[in-house]
């Protein structure tokens, strides 16, 4: 059973503008959330997480939102730069992480 | 450098043989964890450690898989009679768990296994 999802495996965005990734999750017992980005041939990287009892969580270019009613979590990059590609991953947890899937995203310059 | 660090970074193997790999964890993290990780998925949780004591292991630890932490420091993580299926990135994680500890993790660069 997949309890986090990342419905999309690509996106493609122009550099300068917005890139929107998403998640979705099942379980209502997870109080935390965290993106990794990840380089081929690297582990992941910790970028931004958020706790289940807020909505919110911005730090420079990178916010991530929480609607708990929809258990769904994006993570938004504005700007996008060319540096930003990478595959990206949604991860929950009560202790263990639990990842999705990722997504990977191309910022075209 | 004061991040996690894996040993080795690769490792090729016969199908049959064991093999052991190792992981550094940041200094004053008191939690370790073993995730693995295949082509087009995102990392699986296999293990982790609280100082020295395993607190949970994924149904995806086989009976072939054990993973020490002896001194609450470092870790190995061994396979024992390697299948092909066992091919995969294995990724350590470490974090500061307690009252002053956050839920992030932080991963080492993992050990890249190629079972033949």
């Known amino acids: 059973d997949q309890q986090v999802k990342q419905n999309s495996p690509s996106l493609s965005v122009q550099e300068g503008r917005i890139s929107i990734l998403n998640c979705d999750y099942t379980?209502?017992?997870?109080?935390?959330f965290l993106w990794y980005k990840k380089y081929p041939a690297e582990g992941p990287t910790f970028l931004i997480s958020?706790?289940?009892?807020?909505d919110k969580n911005e730090d420079g270019r990178f916010t991530v939102f929480l609607n708990k009613s929809a258990k769904h979590l994006s993570l938004h990059i504005v700007p996008s730069q060319p540096g930003d590609s990478a595959v990206y991953f949604c991860a929950a947890t009560t202790g263990k992480l639990i990842f999705g899937q990722g997504t990977t995203l191309q910022v075209k310059p | 450098d004061t991040g996690v660090s894996q040993d080795p970074r690769h490792k090729i193997t016969k199908r049959g043989q064991n093999v052991t790999f190792r992981c550094d964890p940041i200094s004053e993290h008191n939690r370790l964890y073993w995730y693995r990780q295949t082509l087009g998925q995102g990392p699986e949780f296999l293990t982790y450690f609280q100082n020295e004591a395993q607190l949970e292991k994924s149904r995806l630890l086989s009976d072939r898989f054990s993973a020490e932490r002896p001194k609450g420091s470092f870790s190995t993580l061994e396979i024992q009679r390697t299948e092909q299926g066992d091919s995969a990135m294995y990724l350590c994680?470490?974090?500061?768990?307690?009252?002053?500890?956050?839920?992030?993790?932080?991963f080492g660069p993992g050990t890249r296994l190629t079972v033949l």
């Open positions: 994680a470490s974090s500061l768990a307690g009252p002053f500890g956050t839920n992030e993790q932080f």
């Open positions: 379980n209502s017992m997870f109080d935390y």
């Open positions: 958020i706790s289940s009892i807020k």
